[in-house]
């Protein structure tokens, strides 16, 4: 397959979690920035009303990558293949995987099945660009900010033969360049706020317009306060319903490495 | 029986073993029978770290993991974590007892200003002193506690791992090892369980391994190789490369004198390489669940 010629703008979300609310200000926001966009992958996950995410995603026309939640819910499997390793996170992780599940129409099943585990690019300048959901090798590998040194990034790209890489998957935006002026970008999540207590969600911008790729993170604020009500009334757990309200994360913290934990409230 | 290969797919975590066999504690199911006087294995000198730091950064390391016996009888452990963090994440597995005021001011000056997390593991292995104290040696409780709150104190967040005995994963274990956290003044309490090998003194306690105690071609192909450690970490002593932290007693755990030597694959046909296919090597709990379906 061919790789898509983009221009020097590329806007870059993922993890929209069911906001639909945060969905529809992203790319409001989004397209007066960049004429192009893509999605990282997880529609579904702590909100509510999956079908709306799924549907907005495909009205709109973005290009998406599969998460691991699109795959398993497209392949009707029974867990959310988040990758958490503790059972406090797998609760959770269960219980807003199941809700997704089952309010998600077979047509939207079928078709998160079929989105591409990754999209390659090509920059204005001939960068080559990955996008991926997790990591390039895993769908559900988390790339932590504070667990990805220089060198071991570097050997994802050399891996993957790309200049750019860009994932989703933690929810905590970060980006690094290497040395050698290659980037790695962490888009964050729209779908619920960065465990820093602010109430609203960030995306990326790349910017390949200048000598060296860069990548700027942008806030979207939306009516938080309107999706809560709408949580409530699905009756979705009340702690995912505090995050979205207080910009804090109550839960899947233990997968948090120690740097990404002590800066949230629990 | 042929044991199957793990290939091997690259060093995501290269484990150090930085004090040797050499430990204060003398814990009953130590898998690598750990303890005061043992001379087993050399501890590595901080120019020795420093130099498979670099080999491990060729390698595109994504983490270093110390551990022992007990890695602050080295006297220069701050120091090696400090000379890791300004490069790769880093996780010292202690028994806490030897986290004075002093050590740790000495790990907060070589952490600050790193990208990069420092993990703290504090074996602990019950909720209760006695319990605890039975397994570890008399005073072992305390003291490590201890430890922990200071960390807490300097701002790192401690993670306490118990080996998981029996009944020793159950919700109402891990809530009461929370509860003795929190009272104990540490907010964030993080608790792993870690799955028991029945080799080093803990074969004497409890009889080793049966002989179909295995992993066989089908298993390994059913799992998946990536899911085991030793598909991605080796372990560095001062006899050399170990294929992993757990086989170290055995002789045919020895992968070469260089890390470069030992990045082939390894046969897994040791009763200890069933544990952690059952329950993965290290804390990974819910791996746990996946693969007991």
């Given at each position: 397959m061919?790789?898509r010629?983009?221009?020097?703008?590329?806007?870059?979300?993922?993890g929209v979690?069911?906001n639909?609310?945060?969905?529809?200000?992203l790319?409001?926001d989004?397209?007066?920035?960049?004429?192009?966009?893509?999605?990282?992958g997880?529609?579904?996950?702590?909100?509510?009303?999956?079908d709306?995410?799924?549907?907005?995603?495909?009205?709109?026309?973005?290009p998406i990558?599969?998460?691991n939640?699109?795959?398993?819910?497209?392949?009707?499997?029974g867990?959310?293949?988040?990758g958490?390793?503790?059972?406090?996170?797998?609760?959770?992780?269960?219980?807003s995987y199941?809700?997704?599940?089952?309010?998600?129409?077979?047509?939207?099943k079928?078709?998160?099945?079929?989105?591409p585990?990754t999209?390659r690019?090509?920059?204005p300048g001939?960068?080559?660009?990955?996008?991926?959901?997790?990591?390039?090798?895993r769908q559900?590998?988390?790339?932590?900010?504070?667990?990805s040194?220089d060198p071991?990034?570097?050997?994802?790209l050399d891996?993957?033969?790309?200049?750019?890489?860009?994932?989703?998957h933690?929810?905590?935006?970060?980006?690094?360049?290497l040395?050698?002026?290659?980037?790695?970008?962490?888009v964050g999540?729209?779908?619920?706020?960065?465990?820093?207590?602010?109430t609203?969600?960030w995306?990326a911008?790349?910017d390949?317009?200048?000598e060296a790729?860069d990548?700027?993170?942008?806030?979207?604020r939306?009516?938080?306060?309107?999706l809560a009500e709408?949580?409530?009334?699905?009756?979705?757990?009340?702690?995912?319903?505090k995050?979205?309200?207080t910009?804090w994360?109550?839960t899947?913290?233990?997968?948090l490495?120690?740097?990404?934990?002590?800066?949230?409230?629990? | 029986?042929?044991?199957p290969?793990?290939?091997?797919l690259?060093?995501?975590?290269?484990?150090?073993?930085?004090?040797?066999?050499s430990?204060?504690?003398?814990?009953a199911?130590?898998?690598?029978a750990?303890?005061p006087g043992?001379?087993e294995m050399?501890?590595?000198a901080r120019?020795?770290?420093?130099?498979?730091?670099?080999?491990a950064?060729?390698?595109?390391?994504?983490?270093?993991v110390?551990?022992?016996g007990?890695p602050?009888?080295?006297?220069?452990?701050?120091?090696?974590?400090?000379d890791?963090?300004?490069?790769?994440p880093a996780?010292?597995l202690t028994?806490?007892?030897?986290?004075?005021?002093?050590?740790?001011?000495?790990?907060?000056?070589?952490a600050?200003?790193?990208?990069y997390?420092l993990?703290?593991?504090?074996?602990?292995d019950a909720?209760?002193?006695?319990?605890?104290?039975?397994?570890?040696?008399?005073?072992?409780f305390?003291r490590?506690?201890?430890?922990?709150v200071?960390?807490?104190?300097?701002?790192?967040?401690p993670?306490?791992?118990?080996?998981?005995s029996?009944?020793?994963?159950?919700?109402e274990t891990?809530?009461?090892?929370?509860?003795?956290l929190r009272?104990?003044?540490?907010?964030?309490?993080?608790?792993?369980?870690l799955p028991?090998f029945?080799?080093?003194?803990?074969?004497n306690?409890?009889?080793g391994?049966q002989?179909?105690e295995?992993?066989?071609?089908?298993?390994?192909?059913?799992?998946?190789p990536?899911q085991?450690?030793?598909?991605?970490?080796r372990?560095?002593?001062?006899?050399?490369?170990?294929?992993?932290?757990?086989?170290?007693?055995?002789?045919g755990?020895r992968?070469?004198?260089?890390l470069?030597e030992?990045?082939?694959?390894f046969p897994?046909?040791?009763?200890?390489c069933?544990?952690?296919?059952r329950?993965?090597?290290v804390?990974?709990n819910?791996?746990?669940?996946?693969r007991e379906?």
């Amino acid at each position: 397959m061919g790789e898509r010629v983009v221009s020097d703008r590329v806007a870059l979300f993922g993890g929209v979690y069911n906001n639909h609310l945060a969905l529809a200000a992203l790319l409001d926001d989004a397209s007066s920035r960049a004429p192009e966009i893509f999605c990282l992958g997880d529609v579904g996950a702590f909100g509510p009303h999956p079908d709306r995410s799924v549907e907005i995603l495909r009205e709109a026309g973005v290009p998406i990558v599969q998460g691991n939640y699109d795959r398993s819910v497209g392949l009707r499997r029974g867990d959310c293949a988040c990758g958490y390793t503790d059972p406090r996170d797998n609760h959770f992780a269960g219980l807003s995987y199941a809700y997704t599940f089952r309010n998600t129409s077979e047509r939207n099943k079928d078709f998160l099945a079929t989105l591409p585990e990754t999209i390659r690019l090509r920059g204005p300048g001939g960068e080559r660009i990955l996008l991926c959901h997790g990591s390039p090798r895993r769908q559900n590998e988390f790339l932590w900010e504070s667990l990805s040194p220089d060198p071991f990034l570097a050997r994802l790209l050399d891996d993957t033969r790309c200049d750019i890489l860009a994932v989703t998957h933690t929810g905590i935006p970060w980006k690094r360049r290497l040395p050698d002026g290659r980037v790695v970008v962490n888009v964050g999540a729209i779908g619920r706020p960065a465990n820093d207590g602010q109430t609203h969600v960030w995306y990326a911008v790349l910017d390949l317009s200048g000598e060296a790729p860069d990548a700027t993170f942008l806030p979207i604020r939306y009516d938080h306060e309107r999706l809560a009500e709408e949580m409530r009334a699905e009756r979705i757990v009340e702690p995912f319903v505090k995050t979205i309200e207080t910009g804090w994360w109550t839960t899947c913290l233990e997968i948090l490495p120690a740097k990404e934990r002590a800066r949230g409230m629990y | 029986m042929n044991a199957p290969d793990c290939p091997f797919l690259g060093l995501d975590s290269l484990w150090i073993q930085v004090a040797g066999l050499s430990c204060n504690l003398r814990c009953a199911h130590c898998f690598n029978a750990s303890g005061p006087g043992n001379r087993e294995m050399p501890s590595l000198a901080r120019a020795e770290v420093k130099s498979l730091l670099d080999r491990a950064e060729v390698a595109g390391v994504r983490d270093i993991v110390f551990t022992g016996g007990e890695p602050f009888l080295h006297p220069d452990m701050a120091e090696i974590a400090g000379d890791t963090l300004s490069r790769f994440p880093a996780t010292i597995l202690t028994n806490g007892t030897l986290l004075t005021k002093r050590v740790i001011e000495r790990l907060s000056a070589a952490a600050r200003g790193s990208t990069y997390s420092l993990e703290v593991r504090i074996s602990l292995d019950a909720p209760s002193e006695e319990e605890n104290d039975r397994i570890r040696g008399k005073g072992s409780f305390e003291r490590a506690l201890a430890g922990a709150v200071r960390l807490e104190k300097a701002g790192f967040l401690p993670i306490l791992t118990a080996v998981r005995s029996e009944e020793g994963s159950a919700p109402e274990t891990l809530e009461a090892f929370e509860s003795l956290l929190r009272e104990r003044g540490i907010r964030k309490s993080r608790v792993k369980f870690l799955p028991v090998f029945r080799i080093g003194r803990e074969e004497n306690r409890s009889g080793g391994y049966q002989q179909d105690e295995r992993v066989t071609a089908e298993m390994l192909e059913l799992l998946g190789p990536e899911q085991l450690l030793c598909s991605t970490a080796r372990m560095a002593t001062g006899r050399g490369v170990w294929v992993c932290p757990i086989l170290v007693n055995e002789p045919g755990g020895r992968m070469g004198d260089t890390l470069e030597e030992s990045f082939r694959p390894f046969p897994l046909a040791y009763g200890a390489c069933s544990t952690c296919y059952r329950h993965g090597a290290v804390c990974a709990n819910a791996a746990t669940a996946v693969r007991e379906e």
